[in-house]
């Protein structure tokens, strides 16, 4: 995998592509070639078989590194081959080993809106698009259930 990585950023970069390395489950073993060449990473999913050779090494604590590099990432959830609602799990693996819930949010937030060049998405701040969902508690936790759901500003779901 190691190579696999190193061979895409030099392809990339060779015909002048603009990339995103995804997966990336030994990136945290080139971090400091993928800083250098300012790489973005989006990494995951964190929860699945490591059944194949290339997820031996699939750990939450290699995400962590990244983010904890600088290097921009972003967490995936590999929907539809894994469901979406491990995401918040995946959330919650990282914050428990030291990611700041913001930065956790910002994983799976602003992150990926930057990446697709999606100007006003991921954050909430004036000017932004009012997509957003409001949790009774963190997301990650299991009284983390969605209270509220608004999109463009009109709220669309509300918990009775």
Known sequence: M?????TAVRLAEEFGLRYV?????????????LKEKDVT???GPLIMSRCMDEVKRLHPENAVALLHSGIRTAIIAGHPNYPAKYLRISLGLLVGRGISPEQ?????????????DLDGYGEVRSGSVADLALFRAQPWE?????????VG????????
């Open 2 to 6: 190691l190579c696999d990585i190193m």
């Open 21 to 33: 390395i995804t997966g990336a489950f030994d990136a945290d073993r080139v971090i400091d070639q």
């Open 41 to 43: 990473v989006a990494f």
């Open 104 to 116: 956790a949010l910002g994983s799976v937030t602003s992150v990926p809106a930057g990446i697709l």
């Open 142 to 150: 299991p009284e983390g259930v969605t209270e509220h759901t608004f």
């Open 153 to 160: 500003g009109n709220e669309v779901y509300a918990r009775s």
